[in-house]
Protein backbone atom coordinates (compact mmCIF):
# COMPACT_ATOMS: atom_id res chain seq x y z
CA UNK A 1 0.00 0.00 0.00
CA UNK A 2 1.18 3.36 -1.13
CA UNK A 3 2.32 5.40 1.91
CA UNK A 4 0.30 8.40 2.74
CA UNK A 5 0.36 11.22 5.02
CA UNK A 6 -3.28 12.51 5.18
CA UNK A 7 -5.87 10.46 6.57
CA UNK A 8 -9.75 10.16 4.44
CA UNK A 9 -11.42 12.17 7.24
CA UNK A 10 -9.08 15.32 6.94
CA UNK A 11 -9.51 18.32 5.39
CA UNK A 12 -7.91 18.72 2.31
CA UNK A 13 -4.73 20.59 1.46
CA UNK A 14 -6.20 23.85 0.06
CA UNK A 15 -9.39 25.94 1.37
CA UNK A 16 -11.43 27.84 -0.71
CA UNK A 17 -12.68 31.17 1.27
CA UNK A 18 -14.72 32.82 -1.82
CA UNK A 19 -15.55 31.83 -5.51
CA UNK A 20 -15.38 35.34 -6.28
CA UNK A 21 -14.68 36.06 -9.60
CA UNK A 22 -15.99 39.15 -10.49
CA UNK A 23 -13.00 41.28 -9.51
CA UNK A 24 -9.72 41.15 -10.82
CA UNK A 25 -7.87 40.14 -7.11
CA UNK A 26 -6.71 36.69 -6.17
CA UNK A 27 -6.15 36.24 -2.85
CA UNK A 28 -3.39 33.57 -1.65
CA UNK A 29 -3.16 32.71 2.61
CA UNK A 30 -0.06 30.60 2.37
CA UNK A 31 -0.40 30.15 6.40
CA UNK A 32 -4.40 30.28 6.77
CA UNK A 33 -4.52 27.27 9.49
CA UNK A 34 -2.58 25.57 11.98
CA UNK A 35 -3.39 21.96 11.49
CA UNK A 36 -1.03 19.07 11.87
CA UNK A 37 -1.71 15.64 10.01
CA UNK A 38 -3.03 13.30 12.68
CA UNK A 39 -0.42 10.73 11.51
CA UNK A 40 2.11 13.44 12.82
CA UNK A 41 0.57 13.96 16.33
CA UNK A 42 1.76 17.75 17.23
CA UNK A 43 5.23 17.38 16.27
CA UNK A 44 6.56 17.48 19.28
CA UNK A 45 5.74 20.80 20.07
CA UNK A 46 3.62 21.60 23.08
CA UNK A 47 0.13 23.30 22.41
CA UNK A 48 0.82 26.55 23.92
CA UNK A 49 3.61 27.25 20.97
CA UNK A 50 1.35 25.93 18.62
CA UNK A 51 -1.08 28.64 19.07
CA UNK A 52 1.67 31.28 18.27
CA UNK A 53 2.77 32.59 15.15
CA UNK A 54 5.15 30.07 14.71
CA UNK A 55 2.61 28.03 13.83
CA UNK A 56 0.43 30.00 11.14
CA UNK A 57 -0.23 33.99 10.45
CA UNK A 58 -2.73 34.71 13.54
CA UNK A 59 -5.95 37.26 11.55
CA UNK A 60 -5.25 37.14 8.00
CA UNK A 61 -7.47 34.05 7.01
CA UNK A 62 -10.42 36.03 8.65
CA UNK A 63 -9.61 39.39 8.01
CA UNK A 64 -9.01 37.72 3.90
CA UNK A 65 -12.51 36.27 3.59
CA UNK A 66 -13.72 39.71 4.39
CA UNK A 67 -12.05 40.96 1.78
CA UNK A 68 -13.17 38.73 -0.67
CA UNK A 69 -16.22 38.43 0.37
CA UNK A 70 -16.90 42.63 -0.52
CA UNK A 71 -14.33 42.93 -3.66
CA UNK A 72 -16.08 39.00 -4.91
CA UNK A 73 -13.05 37.66 -5.43
CA UNK A 74 -11.07 34.47 -5.66
CA UNK A 75 -9.70 33.38 -1.84
CA UNK A 76 -7.41 30.32 -1.68
CA UNK A 77 -5.70 29.21 1.83
CA UNK A 78 -3.73 26.39 3.36
CA UNK A 79 -5.05 24.70 6.32
CA UNK A 80 -1.79 23.46 7.25
CA UNK A 81 0.36 24.48 9.58
CA UNK A 82 4.09 26.24 8.02
CA UNK A 83 5.19 24.14 10.51
CA UNK A 84 4.20 21.06 8.42
CA UNK A 85 5.61 22.51 5.65
CA UNK A 86 5.52 26.40 4.66
CA UNK A 87 3.79 26.85 1.64
CA UNK A 88 6.11 30.03 0.54
CA UNK A 89 9.20 28.55 0.68
CA UNK A 90 11.00 27.17 -2.29
CA UNK A 91 11.56 23.40 -2.27
CA UNK A 92 15.39 23.87 -1.79
CA UNK A 93 15.27 26.07 1.10
CA UNK A 94 16.46 24.83 4.60
CA UNK A 95 12.75 26.31 6.60
CA UNK A 96 10.75 24.60 3.79
CA UNK A 97 10.29 21.93 6.90
CA UNK A 98 12.01 23.43 9.88
CA UNK A 99 13.87 22.27 12.90
CA UNK A 100 13.61 25.26 15.23
CA UNK A 101 10.98 28.06 14.45
CA UNK A 102 12.16 31.50 16.02
CA UNK A 103 13.49 29.42 19.37
CA UNK A 104 11.19 26.79 19.26
CA UNK A 105 12.46 23.32 18.66
CA UNK A 106 10.55 21.07 16.45
CA UNK A 107 11.14 17.78 17.14
CA UNK A 108 9.07 16.15 14.22
CA UNK A 109 10.86 18.15 11.69
CA UNK A 110 14.40 16.74 13.19
CA UNK A 111 16.27 13.99 10.78
CA UNK A 112 13.30 13.93 8.14
CA UNK A 113 13.78 11.09 6.22
CA UNK A 114 13.40 11.99 1.79
CA UNK A 115 10.24 9.12 1.90
CA UNK A 116 8.43 11.08 4.58
CA UNK A 117 9.39 15.03 3.14
CA UNK A 118 8.30 14.02 -0.13
CA UNK A 119 4.61 13.19 1.28
CA UNK A 120 4.61 16.74 2.79
CA UNK A 121 5.67 18.32 -0.77
CA UNK A 122 3.13 15.77 -2.62
CA UNK A 123 0.13 16.01 0.21
CA UNK A 124 0.19 19.43 1.14
CA UNK A 125 2.81 21.96 -0.80
CA UNK A 126 1.91 21.26 -4.53
CA UNK A 127 -1.70 20.44 -4.66
CA UNK A 128 -2.14 24.11 -2.67
CA UNK A 129 -0.14 25.36 -5.45
CA UNK A 130 -1.69 23.47 -8.33
CA UNK A 131 -4.53 24.93 -7.48
CA UNK A 132 -3.22 28.41 -7.87
CA UNK A 133 -1.69 27.58 -11.03
CA UNK A 134 -4.69 26.69 -12.08
CA UNK A 135 -6.92 29.64 -11.23
CA UNK A 136 -4.66 32.07 -12.92
CA UNK A 137 -4.49 29.93 -15.93
CA UNK A 138 -8.44 29.86 -16.20
CA UNK A 139 -8.85 33.25 -15.34
CA UNK A 140 -9.19 34.66 -18.73
CA UNK A 141 -8.89 38.36 -17.58
CA UNK A 142 -6.10 40.50 -15.74
CA UNK A 143 -5.39 39.68 -12.52
CA UNK A 144 -3.43 40.52 -9.42
CA UNK A 145 -1.73 38.08 -7.22
CA UNK A 146 -2.47 39.47 -3.42
CA UNK A 147 -0.45 37.44 -0.83
CA UNK A 148 -1.70 37.99 2.37
CA UNK A 149 0.17 37.58 5.58
CA UNK A 150 0.71 38.61 8.95
CA UNK A 151 3.99 38.79 11.09
CA UNK A 152 3.76 38.78 15.06
CA UNK A 153 4.37 41.86 16.79
CA UNK A 154 7.33 40.83 18.93
CA UNK A 155 10.13 38.79 17.32
CA UNK A 156 13.16 37.52 19.66
CA UNK A 157 12.57 39.96 21.94
CA UNK A 158 12.40 42.87 19.38
CA UNK A 159 9.03 45.10 19.30
CA UNK A 160 8.13 45.96 15.56
CA UNK A 161 6.61 49.41 15.16
CA UNK A 162 5.08 48.72 11.79
CA UNK A 163 1.59 48.42 11.35
CA UNK A 164 1.55 46.96 8.21
CA UNK A 165 4.37 46.15 5.12
CA UNK A 166 4.12 46.20 1.51
CA UNK A 167 7.18 43.45 0.33
CA UNK A 168 8.31 43.17 -3.44
CA UNK A 169 10.89 41.54 -5.41
CA UNK A 170 11.76 42.82 -8.29
CA UNK A 171 8.69 44.11 -9.47
CA UNK A 172 7.95 46.91 -7.38
CA UNK A 173 4.99 48.83 -9.53
CA UNK A 174 1.85 48.50 -7.64
CA UNK A 175 3.46 48.04 -4.17
CA UNK A 176 4.51 51.31 -4.45
CA UNK A 177 1.65 52.28 -5.10
CA UNK A 178 -0.36 50.89 -2.72
CA UNK A 179 2.76 51.87 -0.29
CA UNK A 180 1.74 55.33 -0.81
CA UNK A 181 -2.58 54.49 -0.46
CA UNK A 182 -1.29 53.24 3.18
CA UNK A 183 0.74 55.64 4.28
CA UNK A 184 -1.80 58.01 3.74
CA UNK A 185 -4.40 56.41 5.95
CA UNK A 186 -4.10 58.44 9.49
CA UNK A 187 -2.04 56.76 12.30
CA UNK A 188 -0.50 53.89 10.32
CA UNK A 189 3.59 53.17 10.37
CA UNK A 190 4.31 50.90 7.20
CA UNK A 191 6.87 48.86 6.32
CA UNK A 192 8.29 48.82 3.09
CA UNK A 193 10.18 45.46 2.77
CA UNK A 194 9.79 45.33 6.37
CA UNK A 195 9.26 43.45 8.74
CA UNK A 196 10.48 40.80 5.83
CA UNK A 197 11.53 41.00 2.20
CA UNK A 198 10.87 39.14 -1.01
CA UNK A 199 13.89 36.99 -2.75
CA UNK A 200 13.79 33.68 -4.87
CA UNK A 201 15.86 31.77 -2.57
CA UNK A 202 13.45 32.90 0.75
CA UNK A 203 10.10 32.84 -0.78
CA UNK A 204 8.03 30.90 -3.08
CA UNK A 205 4.43 32.13 -3.93
CA UNK A 206 4.81 36.06 -5.40
CA UNK A 207 8.45 35.03 -7.34
CA UNK A 208 6.86 31.50 -8.78
CA UNK A 209 2.58 32.82 -9.26
CA UNK A 210 3.48 36.17 -10.31
CA UNK A 211 6.94 37.68 -11.37
CA UNK A 212 7.75 34.36 -13.37
CA UNK A 213 4.67 35.04 -15.67
CA UNK A 214 4.39 38.60 -15.27
CA UNK A 215 1.22 38.99 -13.32
CA UNK A 216 1.05 41.98 -11.70
CA UNK A 217 0.98 41.25 -7.31
CA UNK A 218 1.04 42.69 -3.97
CA UNK A 219 2.45 40.94 -0.65
CA UNK A 220 0.99 42.39 2.38
CA UNK A 221 1.78 42.31 6.29
CA UNK A 222 -0.43 42.85 8.69
CA UNK A 223 0.48 43.00 12.47
CA UNK A 224 -0.93 40.21 14.25
CA UNK A 225 -2.07 41.68 17.08
CA UNK A 226 -4.32 43.85 15.30
CA UNK A 227 -6.21 41.62 13.35
CA UNK A 228 -5.99 38.47 16.45
CA UNK A 229 -10.04 39.47 17.33
CA UNK A 230 -12.67 39.85 14.82
CA UNK A 231 -13.10 43.65 15.09
CA UNK A 232 -9.70 44.06 14.45
CA UNK A 233 -9.82 41.25 11.33
CA UNK A 234 -13.28 43.90 10.41
CA UNK A 235 -11.50 47.44 10.64
CA UNK A 236 -8.53 45.48 8.45
CA UNK A 237 -10.92 44.19 6.11
CA UNK A 238 -12.46 47.28 5.47
CA UNK A 239 -9.23 49.18 5.14
CA UNK A 240 -8.04 46.95 2.08
CA UNK A 241 -11.53 46.81 0.46
CA UNK A 242 -11.38 50.03 -0.03
CA UNK A 243 -7.38 49.93 -0.92
CA UNK A 244 -7.04 47.39 -3.22
CA UNK A 245 -9.49 48.91 -6.09
CA UNK A 246 -8.08 51.98 -5.95
CA UNK A 247 -4.20 50.49 -6.19
CA UNK A 248 -5.76 48.60 -9.32
CA UNK A 249 -7.44 51.75 -10.76
CA UNK A 250 -4.10 53.74 -10.41
CA UNK A 251 -2.17 51.11 -12.09
CA UNK A 252 -4.44 49.90 -14.77
CA UNK A 253 -6.06 53.31 -15.34
CA UNK A 254 -9.12 51.58 -15.34
CA UNK A 255 -12.23 50.74 -12.79
CA UNK A 256 -11.65 47.47 -10.61
Keep these: ?31 AGRRIPAALGRLGVSEPELLRHIAWDIGIWGTSVRIARALDAFLIGQPYSRLVIDNNRPLTSPTLIPEISESTPIPGNAELSDPARGLRISEIFQPYH ?3 EREIEAAGRPLLFVAMHSFTNVYKGFERPWHAGVLFNRDQGISRIMLELLRGEPGLVVGENEPY ?27 QDLIATQAGEAEWAERFTRLLPEAWRRFTGESA
Aim: charged residues 25%; hydrophobic residues 35%; glycine residues 4%.
Design 1 to 31: MTPRLLAPDEPAPVSIGHWGRRSPFLLACDH
Design 130 to 132: DRI
Design 197 to 223: SVSDASDYSAPVHAERRGLPYLEIEIR
